[in-house]
Structures are given as structure tokens and as C-alpha cells.
DNA sequence: AATGAATGAGTGTTCATTCAT
DNA sequence: CATGAATGAACACTCATTCAT
């Protein structure tokens, strides 16, 4: 792992328990034994270091969306759940950085991901869409039951911790079915 | 509306928008058109801000579990979604504070929100247990099937906007058959 | 004791203990049991309580030195050590106050203080002069004399508190004999 | 000299001449060309400035007793009049923050300094009973003494300026007497 | 007399960032 | 690459003082 990795390694595990503004660059280069100052031979600013966090981990979730199986609906939003709960379990400080913190970066990089962010949503929606016109789903309002799935499954980070009950598995295996469920294809 | 509420009002609002730490004692004291210090005359911290907020929020929470009506499960289960989402939707300032900023608490108040909220979580669990035993949910982890629903309902606030396309009472309507056929109990 | 006395009182235990600048106008109100503002119906400015207790220490002090009995020198010094350690110990927050803030009052005031110090210190280096001339004191260096007798008498103000091992009459007591020794005068 | 022992002298030189709360970091920082918050760069706060002022200063004087001559009891009290007026004369400022402003240190560093002052009275106390039982000194309350002698010497901060009509080998020669006579052991 | 709210300047301290070495 | 010193703006908070009530 590059300098430079090891940088937003260690400011995404700060961000993500005191948030941006409350980590001082100072801290970050601490963790990597440094001084403040040297961190800028290797990033431009401290807001650089927060939009490449966020990217990556949109990056992560958007590959979520682009690898999904082939199969009916039911198949499908379960391996998105699956695979979004994967990138939260497994890059727990970026992701929450991602949906915590991207609301301070500045005006160019704000609006890039709240389009990808947007994208992920309607990928989502399509999704459940899809599986209404299988017949395979019962849902009024695709639109507000991709928020209602998103948020649920976004929520984890706010409590999941490496080594608790659940493990990355069963996690996946307890949503699939609440998800499927209010997506009205439980069972049939 | 007394100063102090006024107070609370304008850093609710500002917190939500901003964050806790990247919001200043002077922005506060601006929308009130007083000087920085001036605010010092009505309050001691502004850690005291953030305190009366986060447990103003979670004071209209807990109401909303204390208040179900009698009737099964999903009746109950309903009138929770529908008053948790009234909570957010017309406190939405407080409610953004309350979940994204009580972190920055420190030990005395911090540990006090915690035991608020895993307590009104406890509620929902108890809630979907009295459905499993009366027979109307079908949920194998009714531990999991609480964070999910309460991640569902809370990730309103990242969205939800007054004036929108969904109005309260929409949005309640929408979200209860999410809810009940998450957990099994959708059409029985 | 009139309000006006009642605010000195307290200004003078708080400043000697804190300091002037340690001491906020809040604190001193607050022993009164008033807000800050209100002290400002009695008083002027924060520096003209320092002065009046710095100038009712300075009288106090004169007092000492106008009533000194007829006598030889000794008897003399004697009295001005008595009286001199009488104030001190009586008024122990306001010779503290007068010993250690007076540099904090500003040009008028300051220059006034200065005056009645150098009086005071003349009047026993003068005492001790006409020691010199009766032949009971034998003394190189008058002004030096008095600068050190002065300095053993004040730094009392350091050490002593009321209910320690030595009550007001057995300090002068010891401190006499001190004094009349480093005068050449202690037995004859 | 390095650049924190800069910032020592110049907050000494402030610290005595204006007291300690009277002076702000901005000064200090002034003094040396700098921004306040550049001198944070050095030190870890302005209590720390002070503390290693006093402790500095508290050192000095403690080395005076430590290095006393041999010989009988007046030999060395007159070499430690001597050294005391050395250290106070030689650190006019470090000495002068050493008397007056050591009580703001707060608790662990206060306590410390209280010890350091106490040992060093009680130094001179058992250099007083030394006298005694060697038959050169006449005193009934060595602790008193003690304390007597203190005071005439570290008052000389009030008044002592470099320049003025005595020289510090002048001081220590027109003190010693005085001293000795207080103590009984002027002649004989 | 006293209050309570307000001011405006100031406090010690922290911050992201720069730069000569 | 990294340091250590520096900047200049900002921070939360305190202060002596004012003033309408």
C-alpha cells in the first residue's frame, strides 16, 4: 500500500469516528508518524483527502450495480443487498465517511456525488420496477420503496462493528428476506 | 417563543444544515442578530446547544412509543411508523441533529443518548416479538428486523424536504406496507 | 456596614486571593448576591474599588506612623513594628491587596500610591535616624535599614493566617527584638 | 540562546512588570516578532511559560543553599544573604514572577512550588538553630527568624533596579549586618 | 437599586496551510 | 520526503461596561 493509501486510511478511520471537521490534519499525519506539514508533499488539501475517501467508496458501491447476476428480480436485489451490505462491512470507515461526510465537501465535488449517488438510487428503483413488471413484486411507489431498501441497508454502519453478532454472511442472509418482503415477493 | 427556544431553533437549523462542528457560536448569534459573546448571556456551552437539542429530539421519540394505541401488532406497528415519521418530518432540523451529531457529546450527555436510543429500539423489537407470538409477523430476527426498520424510517431525513412530492401524511401511508410485509405480515 | 463598604470587603478577599486581574466584577457581585451589572449602581469602575482599598490600606498604614508614642527610638520602632503588624494582620485582605496591586491602578492613581509609600518608608528610615543620633541604633546605611525592616514586616502578609501558631500579639512580640538588633540596638 | 529560552525572558520580563494575567500570549509573542498563535509552536500553553519560569528561578535559589561555605554559622548566613540577593538581583524578573505569580499555577504545579519554598525556609530555620547551638546566635523563635530574615531579603525585588545607588555587592554588604544583628550575633 | 440582555474588545488556543532547509 | 517554524484567520468563551426597564 502507497504513501498515499496509507493517507486516507488513516484520515478515513478518523472522519469516520469524529467526522471531518473535527479531525485535524495534524492527527492524520500523526497516525503515519509524521508532522503536519509533511503531509502536503503528498496531497493538496485536506478536502482533496476527503472527496478521494468518498470516491472510492462510491466506486465501491457502484460496482456493486454493475456486477449484478443475471436471474429475476428476486435474484437480483438479493445479490444488491448482499453486495451492498459487503462494501459497508468491509470498508466500514469509508463507507461511513461516504454517507456522513460528503455533505462538507465544496461545490464541484458536492454535486459529482450527489450524482452518483443519485444514479445508485434509480439503478436501485429500476431494479424493483423491473421486478413489478416480472409480477414478481407489489410495490406502489418504486421510488420511495428504493429509499425505504437504501435506508435500511445504509443504516448498518451506524451500528455494525467487526467481530458482533453477525457476521458479513449472516447479515446478508437476515436482509434478504426483509427486503424481499416489503418488496411484497416474500413468498411464491 | 422564548430567547432560549429561538436559540435552539437557529442552531438546530444550522447544525442540521452544517454540522455541529463546522457551525460557528457566531453564525448562531447572527441569526438572532447578536454579537458572538451575546449568546453567552442565555447559555453556558455550546456543547449545551447540541445537549438541549439531541434531547429535545429524543424527548418527541420516546413520546411516539409511548403513545400507541391498543389493537394487534400491525395496528401498533403502523401508528409507530406514522408517528416516527411525524417526528422527523416536523421537527426535521432536531431530528438531523439527533442522529447525525449526538457523537459529539462529550461522556456525560453522550452515554445518556445512547441508553435513549437503544431503549427506543428495544421498544420496536418488543413490538415485532408481540406480532411473531400473536401470529401476524413472520420474522426470524426480530433483533435485526428492528435496525431495519428503524434504519428505513430514520434515512427519511437525508431526503425528506418539506414541500416535496410526498406530504407526511403520504409518505406515512407509503412506508407502512414496506414495513408490515418486511416482516411478514403484509396480507393476512 | 453600608453597601459601598460591603462591595470593598468583597473585592479585597478576592483580589488578594486571586489577584486584580484574576477577580471579574461578575465574582465580586455574585458575593453579594447580585449580577454584575447591578454592582455598577455603587461603583464607578472595577479600578476604583482597587483604589479605595488600596487608599484605605495606605491610611491605615499613616495612622501607625502619626501615633507613635514620645519615647526614645526604641520604644518607637517598637510601637511602629506593633502597629505596623497590627494593620496587617486586622486587615489581611486589604494589606495583601495593597501590597501586590497597586501597580495594576493606572497613571493618577498609581503615582498617588507611590507617594504614600516612599512617606511611609521615609518616616521609618527617619525614625531610625534619630536612633542613630540618641546613640541606641548603630546603622551604616539608614535608607537600606528601613527598606529591610520594611521588607521583614510586610512579607508577613504571605505567611500569616488568622488561627496559626501565633496570634497577633505574639508576632510583634518576637519580631521586635528582630527588628531592634538589625538596628545595633538590642541590648544596651 | 534558543528560541524557548526567548520566549522565557521576554515572558518573564512581561510577566514581572505586568503580572502574569495581565500579560497575553499575544505579547509575549510580540516581543519576539511573532504572531500569538505562532508561539504555540514552542510551548504547550501559557501556564507552562510560567511554571518553568518559577521553576527556573526556584532552582537558582535552591543551588545558594546548596553551596554554602564551611565554617560557623555567621560565615553562612552571610553567604547565603549573599546569594539569595545574587539570584534576586542577577534574575530580576524570574525572581520578581517567582514571589508574585507562582499562586496562579495551578494545582499539581502549585503544590510543587509550595514545597520547593518551604524547604528552602526551612534551610535557613535550621541554619539559624545552628548558630544557637554553636553560641554565636541569640534567638528564641528560629522559625520566626526564618521568616523575619526572608522577608527583608525578598522584598528587595519591590525596589531593587540594576543601576540604581547600590550595586548588588553593595546590597550584600550593607544586608549581611543587618542580618546578624537580627539574629543576635552581631558582635562578639 | 437591581435586573437581564446586550456590546465590542479581548482571551488562550487551534487550525489548514506554507516554506526554507 | 520530511521537518519545524511560522502565518493569519478562526474558534469558544470571558470581560468590564451600558442601559432600558
Known sequence: MGRYEEILDAAGRLFSERGYHATSVREIARQLDLQGGSLYAHIDSKEE???????R????FSEVVQNLPEGDARVRVCAFVRGHLRVIVEELPYATVFFHEWKFLSEPYKDRVRRLRDAYETALKELI?????????????????AKFVLGALNW?????????????????RGFC????????????
Not at 467508496?57 to 465501491?60: E, F, L, T
Not at 420496477?129 to 420503496?145: H, S, T, Y
Not at 448498518?156 to 446478508?172: I, K
Request: hydrophobic letters at 40%.
Open 49 to 55: 483527502v476527503l472527496f478521494q475517501i468518498v470516491e
Open 156 to 172: 448498518v454502519y451506524q451500528w455494525y462493528r467487526p467481530g458482533g453478532r453477525l457476521g458479513p454472511e449472516e447479515l446478508a
Open 129 to 145: 420496477e423491473e421486478g413489478v413488471r416480472e409480477g414478481v413484486f407489489r410495490v406502489e411507489d418504486p421510488d420511495l420503496a
Open 57 to 60: 467508496a462510491a466506486h465501491r
Open 177 to 188: 428476506p426483509l427486503v424481499l418482503g416489503a418488496l411484497g415477493g416474500g413468498e411464491g
